[in-house]
């Protein structure tokens, strides 16, 4: 091993416990979407203490809403803030930026967790807790690698940006791609998404949708003179729901499809709300889908799509041929994303990787998750993810290996050094 990483890894090794305690301190700040900034305010404390100059950027509303990849999160912009750790080294070598998102989603039902969701409880090699995993484990390993590097005097030769950003959670409008458009641009991008030690050059891409279809009220004692919207639904949703499963069957993109339990996509119909008393018959129902479709499809295809699966639907059916259903697309949406692997940002990467942790090889991989690296393809910069392992994100007894967080802190510092070390052309 070199002599520069293995400086690198003694450091991180004997100061190990430190990384972790904060990652535990991180977890147990309740930092549902929308209500990040005590944990904006921990991220500010922690960049200012090794040096960095701090920007603390209020997302513009005005500005990101009419980028073409935006979309509401439904939280307001006012007081909430995101983060950036700024280490100015010379503008002749490469830039870089790591990024984690301090937001998370709700832990309920708490009761049926085995653990403290904001405990951060570690057990042998696992630390359980809402976000230990996705994604302030990543989070915290982006600013040890740098604490590492400064305490060792081994100093970047370019720019190193350290975002720490809200409501990725929610689409990232307001914060990933809210300091994109600020300008807090780099010559290389990486979110340290929990994605096992493996880089994730792809995803799915996603939009949501409800539909609506309209029956005719009538008491429930005689209800033979009503039509139940909810009975009409279920034409749709099993059409959908058909959909799905020819669609996780015959759309393959091989890096998210071997990476995804063998599906590349999901049609996921997630919530349904009908009618207005028990007593009545249904005169509305309204199911809520999520759509994910792969590299090469666009939101356009898809749209068609549900249209036309809609329409043969309700083929036939007299009630619904007269009052036909209403498609509403809205929340989420982004196109999928695909980063070249052989991009040279890429390929120095896992080499660094590699020669890191010691590795013959570094999994290249899609997922059918979003992330924030997606963005980076409306500026013409490259952009990957790479971060710890574990399981349960978004569900009970959510949990990071710690090993693995002190594997990626290892490959982020050495990543710095490697990327930066590189003249610009």
């Avoid at 929610?170 to 998404?193: I, K, Q, V």
């Avoid at 509403?328 to 980063?339: I, K, N, R, S, V």
């Avoid at 594997?407 to 982020?412: G, P, R």
Wanted: proline letters at 4%; aromatic letters at 10%; hydrophobic letters at 35%.
């Amino acid at each position: 091993m070199p002599e520069q990483r293995k400086r690198i890894a003694d450091y991180i090794d004997q100061h190990k416990d430190e990384l972790i305690r904060e990652v535990q301190n991180a977890v147990r700040i309740k930092s549902l979407v929308g209500e990040e900034q005590e944990m904006q305010a921990f991220m500010k404390k922690k960049f200012e203490e090794i040096g960095l100059k701090v920007v603390e950027s209020q997302p513009s509303y005005e500005q990101v809403s009419k980028h073409e990849a935006y979309c509401h999160s439904g939280f307001p912009f006012e007081g909430r803030t995101n983060i950036v750790g700024i280490y100015e080294g010379s503008d002749a070598y490469k830039s870089l930026t790591l990024e984690g998102h301090v937001d998370v989603v709700s832990a309920e039902p708490e009761e049926v967790w085995s653990y403290d969701p904001w405990g951060a409880e570690i057990v042998g090699n696992r630390m359980y807790g809402r976000g230990a995993l996705d994604m302030k484990s990543g989070l915290m390993a982006n600013w040890f690698a740098m604490k590492a590097l400064l305490e060792l005097g081994l100093k970047p030769k370019g720019s190193v940006q350290l975002h720490s950003t809200i409501e990725e959670e929610s689409g990232g409008g307001a914060g990933a791609l809210a300091l994109m458009e600020e300008g807090f641009l780099t010559d290389g991008y990486l979110t340290t998404e929990p994605h096992a030690l493996r880089v994730t050059v792809s995803h799915s891409g996603v939009m949501y949708f409800r539909v609506k279809v309209v029956g005719k009220t009538a008491h429930a004692a005689r209800s033979q003179e009503g039509i139940n919207a909810i009975g009409k639904m279920y034409k749709i949703y099993h059409a959908l729901e058909e959909l799905d499963r020819k669609r996780g069957e015959e759309v393959i993109f091989e890096l998210i499809h071997k990476a995804s339990d063998g599906r590349s996509c999901n049609l996921n119909l997630g919530r349904m709300e009908a009618g207005d008393w028990v007593s009545s018959v249904a005169g509305w129902a309204v199911l809520e889908c999520r759509l994910g479709f792969i590299p090469g499809e666009s939101r356009e295809d898809m749209k068609r799509l549900i249209d036309e699966t809609i329409a043969d639907a309700i083929k036939g059916d007299e009630w619904l041929e007269q009052y036909p259903p209403e498609v509403e697309w809205f929340g989420w949406t982004t196109e999928a994303w695909y980063q070249d692997p052989d991009h040279p940002y890429v390929q120095e990467f896992i080499k660094s990787a590699k020669e890191t942790l010691g590795r013959d090889e570094i999994e290249i991989i899609g997922r059918t998750g979003g992330n924030d690296a997606r963005f980076t393809q409306y500026y013409n910069r490259p952009g990957i993810g790479f971060g710890p392992d574990g399981k349960y994100s978004h569900g009970p007894d959510e949990y990071v290996e710690i090993d693995t967080i002190i594997d990626t802190a290892k490959v982020l510092a050495n990543h710095i050094l490697d990327w930066t070390s590189i003249p610009k052309a």
